[in-house]
């Protein structure tokens, strides 16, 4: 989730814009800027892969590989192709992988689901995105894409539910996006 | 804090050893501001020692606190004496109460506003402050569990704030309660125990509601079956739950009633008898497409008509005034050039309503299958009656979610994705003013009208 990464980026950063006397050159540069920027806060589209590496912070995860060419990109990264639905924290990016949830967590029995394309094959792929319970949020990664969500009221296609139901705790720590299978074709 | 609690008596007799202490140092000062502080360090190694020799020892407690407060304001008042000439001091400041907590004032000025805290990146810790948009004070805040939602009912003066813990943390037994809160002091009145199976969603304000009457509180379920559990607020406690199979939120209606948005594309509308119990439930026919285009449930009431608009700009009146709800007519929130834009309706909580008759719809440009919970970067303004757009405002910094005020020249309500409250004028949308310092990941804003 982009714009949610930029809400914590942008709370430290107004800070300091107000108390120094580089305001005004930032706003500024806002104005300057706006217009470009504005559009890539939404939803995160993944966080420019290599090419944010050659900058990468501290606080940035170090990228990931499956190893396997048939599932290509980052797990690590929003935009890694079983993501199209996800809503939450990566597991990847918090001692778990794709579709393993972190030591010490347990994995929801029950999720909604999403049809992703994978670029690699072409196929459309069922993905079971399951919540991994039991810890606080990872606070790592946080990816929101709304690609195949519907509203709250049909359920096994909503990304804003807690799906800790089922679990030993409630409480919500990160999402895998685990292959359930080819979907089927529409006709 | 030190934990033990001196007694008044020890208390008063502290006060006077530094009051001792600093008669007996009885010493003159220059008025430089490094001196001054070293007569201030000065002062209080004397209260200190004046402490130890009397044999007590009250290390950090609010009572040496309080007699090295004492201690400086009086060096302080020497030292402004002395910069001021022969002004003579006026009589001491008194003593202060302790403990001492702020009421507020009831009741609420249409001015005050509740900013939604999810803590995302700590879902077990969130919260909910009350700020005065008018003056941008910070009046005080209700501190809650996960997936927390928020009502409240005027005529009773309070809030309820529905949670979910475990008793320990993370881990142990799963507590769903609904805590009822006094507006006069944000302090916990009552708590009432609900089944574990409270809808735990991110942040949508239908998860729960107050029926017009404000008789009941409304709590939906999702366990993942459905329900509504119906709260008696006279007796605090559950009245019934009804089984609202397949069908999901609250919205109440004008009368002691609800409707549900279902999964099959119906209306569910549910009434209350007196106990509580549904005495009706009735279901509509299937009137909303889902697959092609779905209401999206981030809805807003004006005079007992619940707009809904749908991900790709149309909106849904559902009249819920009347003996049982009707599905109005849809209406484009664009034109066919602003359609050709993908201008489409956005934000986490993107309508606001007022019951003068506007609608304000938070808008993004170039929209895409999936852009229905971006930001807004435009606040588009509606006469929801004439079905015609009156205004569109560019915010300073684009939406989360939008809110108005119940004043008669309302006030547009943005929480922006800064994490701040922007207030706006909601009719000509001049930017007015900013509050922030409102959590880790402020998602919602509700009025107090």
């Not at chain 2, 209700?142 to 309820?160: I, P, W």
């Not at chain 2, 559990?229 to 069908?247: H, N, Q, Y």
């Not at chain 2, 004008?254 to 005495?279: H, P």
């Not at chain 2, 207030?423 to 922030?436: E, H, P, Q, V």
């Amino acid at each position: 989730m982009k714009w949610l990464d930029k809400l914590t980026e942008r709370n430290v950063r107004s800070m300091a814009q107000r108390s120094s006397r580089r305001s005004f050159i930032a706003t500024l540069g806002a104005v300057v800027a706006g217009a470009g920027s504005l559009p890539l806060l939404p939803v995160a589209r993944g966080s420019a892969g290599a090419a944010a590496d050659a900058g990468a912070s501290v606080d940035d995860v170090p990228a990931q590989s499956t190893g396997n060419p048939q599932d290509p990109g980052d797990p690590s990264d929003c935009s890694y192709w079983r993501y199209c639905g996800i809503d939450g924290y990566l597991c990847a990016c918090c001692g778990g992988t794709q579709n393993a949830c972190p030591p010490g967590t347990e994995m929801s029995p029950i999720t909604w689901i999403g049809t992703c394309r994978n670029p690699a094959d072409g196929n459309n792929y069922v993905i079971s995105y399951n919540d991994c319970c039991g810890k606080s949020s990872c606070g790592r990664c946080l990816c929101n894409r709304n690609e195949d969500d519907k509203p709250v009221y049909r359920p096994q296609a909503n990304n804003d539910i807690n799906w800790c139901m089922g679990t030993q705790s409630t409480a919500y720590h990160c999402s895998t996006a685990v292959i359930l299978g080819l979907a089927l074709d529409d006709d | 804090m030190n934990g033990s609690k001196p007694r008044q008596c020890a208390r008063t007799s502290s006060i006077k050893q530094v009051e001792t202490a600093q008669r007996l140092a009885g010493r003159s000062f220059g008025v430089s501001g490094v001196l001054f502080w070293g007569k201030l360090r000065a002062s209080i190694k004397q209260v200190e020692t004046a402490q130890r020799l009397a044999g007590r020892s009250f290390g950090v407690s609010g009572v040496l606190f309080r007699g090295k407060l004492r201690a400086s304001i009086r060096w302080l008042a020497v030292l402004l004496a002395g910069l001021g000439g022969a002004a003579p001091l006026q009589a001491e400041l008194p003593p202060e109460p302790i403990p001492n907590v702020q009421r507020i004032e009831t009741p609420y000025p249409a001015s005050y506003a509740v900013v939604h805290d999810f803590a995302f990146g700590s879902l077990i810790d969130s919260s909910f402050s009350l700020v005065d948009t008018e003056t941008r004070r910070f009046i005080g805040m209700l501190s809650a569990g996960q997936f927390a939602t928020v009502n409240y009912a005027l005529g009773r003066q309070e809030f309820y704030v529905g949670e979910t813990i475990h008793s320990r943390g993370t881990r142990g037994e799963r507590q769903d309660v609904v805590a009822v809160y006094d507006f006069a002091n944000l302090a916990l009145v009552a708590e009432i125990d609900l089944p574990p199976r409270r809808a735990n969603t991110v942040i949508n304000k239908a998860n729960s509601g107050v029926t017009a009457d404000e008789r009941f509180l409304l709590v939906w379920n999702q366990n993942p079956g459905t329900s509504v559990t119906v709260i008696d607020l006279d007796r605090r406690e559950i009245a019934s739950e009804v089984p609202t199979p397949g069908c999901a939120l609250v919205y109440p209606d004008d009368d002691r009633g609800f409707i549900m948005l279902c999964g099959n594309g119906a209306l569910l509308s549910v009434k209350l008898d007196e106990a509580g119990q549904a005495a009706s439930v009735e279901s509509s026919d299937p009137f909303n497409n889902i697959d092609a285009d779905p209401l999206s449930e981030k809805a807003s009431k004006i005079n007992g008509v619940w707009h809904f608009v749908t991900y790709q700009g149309k909106v849904q009146p559902v009249d819920a005034s009347g003996d049982e709800p009707v599905v109005g007519a849809r209406w484009w929130l664009t034109d066919a050039d602003q359609r050709a834009q993908n201008w489409r309706p956005a934000g986490w909580h993107g309508t606001a309503g007022h019951n003068s008759g506007l609608l304000w719809v938070g808008m993004t440009p170039a929209g895409y299958p999936g852009s229905h919970k971006d930001p807004a970067p435009e606040i588009w303004l509606f006469d929801a009656e004439a079905k015609s757009r009156l205004d569109s405002f560019t915010l300073r910094v684009p939406a989360l979610s939008i809110g108005a005020s119940g004043h008669d020249e309302p006030r547009l309500l943005v929480v922006n994705i800064e994490g701040q409250l922007d207030i706006y004028d909601g009719k000509s949308g001049a930017y007015l003013r900013t509050i922030g310092a409102l959590g880790e990941t402020p998602y919602m804003v509700h009025s107090l009208p």
